[in-house]
């Protein structure tokens, strides 16, 4: 495979695997034998939210997540292609950032989805 | 009186109010963000009291895929083919919200083990029109519509998607949607001309899971279609505004001859009422439920109301509020002035009855179905994979479960049965999730009398 990548699964015994750079990550590791949970298939769910421990991921169809489980380094597997080597927390496990109740922890403005986000005054 | 005709269900509101009494439920379990990397099922539920195995999950029907998050379901045949005798109530159409899949499950040919029969890809449904997250499926009929609530994409508003008896995808059912921004629940009064739909979000904002801020986004619903039911065309449009923000579940009157309907708005928490005034249509809202302040948490909590039904003899409104953990019954009688008759607590985050009758209750009341003459009310726990996991992150190692009220139909009341309680905490792959219930004979949110 012409510049395969390597993905580690952390929380699955440091598991790596070589992948296509090309291809989403949810395809390439279910290929190789890994039981990931998923849902939508398009990046409108976070059923298969995943976290991006080191390295870099291209998700631009990842239009679930809001910008503060971006920043907590969540990633949509079933969107995501690698970019450089990752190394990754999946599954449920990952999800100990992912879900917020909104009454006891509302989100900022700049935590928002990207296309309704807006930044602090501050720093405007 | 004997039924003389042939075809499914029942002729008349009050024929339905005499059916036996169920014995099997169907209820859908999900995996879908549990952890458990198991495909979501169909649950029958034994319930006759005089059984071995009562209030039991007696068979398990998994879907053949993983990730679907079955959520809603209906009958291919329901009163309003009665008097077709081509026709059968025979197969449950059960869909993915995540997935878009169809599936139809066989539940005639042996009822206690209903069996798959078929099912349309999602991806067939977005490739013939361009719709996805299927939610309520109604029969017309013999023609089948589901309400589809995002396009391909997942963004609003989706549509509605047609099948034939066969389920052959007929394509969009609808020639006009007006200005409508989204979709979820519907319901028709034919004598009317009428149908009504309602408006939750786009599958990109809620499958994710609910962020308050979006609402102020008009990211979520706050509006009611009124649609000329012939020409399929949305006619009138009602602006629930802050009374009606992400108005759920609609439900008319049963009598084919009444106007009256009810929607509630999930996070208003309201209850609103509709009616036809001398060729006009009107609204108002007729049940506010105020909002609870929770002592560690900055913003008040909102019952969240995800759920209305009405009895099959419209007496009765019954909601949850699955963040308060309360159901209510409310005498409609007098439509414009419901009287609050009984109400009981499970679960809920306000801590009032974590415990009911020595069970551990994780979520709060979320789905419910009535029995037909109106005694039984069965009632779920679990609302939405990423919902529940954001308001109820327990349930991800105790499951959901279901438990039973008996409500007084004469003078109204409500208790929890002290012997029926299916936990779904126990299942044999782990802790599963329920949600929808339907009854083999129709039920009082399946059927529509034409």
Same mark, same amino acid.
């Given at each position: ?124 | ?334 439509? &414009? ?5 009984? *109400?009981?607590?499970?679960?809920? @985050?306000? +801590? %009032?009855?974590?415990? =009911?009758?020595? &069970? ?5 009341? *979320?789905?419910?179905?009535?029995? @037909?003459? +109106? %005694?039984?009310?069965? =009632? ?71």
């Amino acid at each position: 495979m012409t510049g395969a990548v390597t993905i580690t699964i952390a929380n699955r015994g440091g598991a790596s695997f070589l992948v296509d750079p090309k291809k989403p990550l949810l395809a390439s590791l279910e290929a190789q034998g890994v039981s990931l949970p998923y849902g939508c298939k398009y990046g409108g769910c976070i059923t298969c939210a995943a976290k991006l421990l080191h390295g870099e991921i291209d998700q631009q169809a990842a239009v679930a997540l809001n910008n503060k489980q971006l920043r907590d380094g969540y990633v949509l597997l079933c969107v995501a292609r690698p970019k450089s080597d990752c190394t990754l927390d999946v599954g449920v496990d990952s999800h100990d950032k992912l879900y917020r109740n909104p009454f006891a922890e509302p989100l900022k403005q700049d935590e928002l989805k990207a296309d309704i986000a807006t930044q602090p005054e501050e720093t405007r | 009186m004997p039924d003389e005709c042939c075809g499914p269900g029942y002729a008349s509101p009050a024929a339905a109010m005499q059916a036996p009494r169920e014995k099997l439920l169907y209820t859908i379990a999900i995996y879908v963000g549990t952890g458990i990397e198991k495909p979501d099922y169909l649950a029958t539920i034994d319930a006759d009291p005089d059984s071995a195995t009562y209030s039991k999950v007696i068979s398990r029907l998994e879907m053949p895929g993983i990730g679907d998050e079955l959520h809603h379901m209906g009958w291919n045949a329901c009163s309003s083919c009665h008097d077709d005798a081509e026709m059968e109530r025979k197969f449950l159409i059960v869909p993915g919200v995540r997935s878009s899949n169809l599936h139809i499950v066989d539940c005639a040919t042996d009822p206690r083990n209903p069996k798959l029969h078929k099912i349309i890809d999602g991806a067939e449904i977005k490739a013939a029109t361009n719709l996805s997250a299927p939610h309520t499926v109604h029969c017309l009929r013999s023609d089948i519509i589901i309400s589809m609530l995002g396009d391909a994409q997942g963004n609003p508003p989706g549509g509605f998607l047609h099948l034939d008896k066969d389920f052959n995808i007929l394509g969009r059912w609808e020639n006009d949607l007006g200005g409508m921004k989204f979709n979820y629940d519907f319901w028709y009064q034919p004598r009317h001309n009428v149908m009504v739909s309602s408006e939750w979000a786009g599958p990109n904002t809620f499958m994710p899971g609910f962020d308050l801020e979006e609402v102020g986004h008009l990211k979520y619903g706050r509006e009611l279609h009124f649609w000329d039911f012939e020409k399929k065309a949305v006619k009138e449009t009602f602006y629930l505004g802050e009374d009606g923000l992400v108005p759920l579940e609609v439900r008319f009157h049963h009598d084919p001859d009444s106007s009256h309907g009810f929607v509630g708005a999930a996070l208003s928490s309201n209850i609103i009422h509709w009616w036809k005034d001398d060729g006009d249509w009107k609204w108002e809202k007729v049940i506010d439920v105020s909002n609870e302040k929770h002592p560690e948490w900055p913003i008040p909590l909102p019952g969240m109301i995800t759920v209305i039904l009405l009895s099959m003899d419209d007496k009765y409104l019954y909601f949850c509020n699955w963040l308060h953990g309360d159901i209510r019954q409310y005498d409609i009688s007098d439509p &414009h002035n419901p009287v609050l008759t009984g *109400q009981v607590w499970m679960g809920g @985050l306000l +801590g %009032k009855a974590p415990l =009911v009758n020595g &069970h551990k209750i994780t979520g709060g009341p *979320q789905m419910i179905q009535l029995s @037909l003459d +109106g %005694k039984r009310l069965y =009632v779920t726990t679990s609302l939405f994979s990423t919902w529940d996991n954001q308001f109820y992150p327990e349930i991800r190692e105790n499951g959901g479960c279901m438990v039973m009220v008996n409500c007084d139909t004469e003078n109204g009341g409500m208790d929890i049965d002290e012997d029926f309680f299916v936990d779904f905490g126990k299942e044999p792959n782990g802790p599963s999730r329920c949600h929808e219930t339907r009854y083999p004979g129709g039920d009082c949110t399946s059927d529509i009398f034409l």
